[in-house]
């Protein structure tokens, strides 16, 4: 059976037998694909993705910062530019 070749559509063989008291038994293969990556480097992987999801929290609340100065007051943005910063900073914080 070691040189038996299989097409690409198959995924997994499943082999049913029964055993001396009649019950049967079900083989199957493997199962799911093999992870990538390191067992070590996980943790920072997880950082990583919490930080990418700060920024993104953070750009977030700047651009409706931004937009809400904006509509509000004439050249609002501006006026309210380091208050908005600092209202999207202190979010994406909360975030991490």
Known sequence: MQGLSLGRSI???????TDGSGAIVLHKGKKGKKKKGWRE???MER???HMADANLA???SL???HRKSNRKKKNGWL???PKNF???NRRGFKKI
């Open 11 to 17: 995924k997994r063989i499943s082999l049913i037998k």
């Open 41 to 43: 480097l996980k943790p």
């Open 47 to 49: 950082a990583m993705r």
């Open 58 to 60: 953070s750009a977030k």
């Open 63 to 65: 651009s409706q910062s």
């Open 79 to 81: 006026r309210d530019m």
């Open 86 to 88: 600092m209202k999207a």
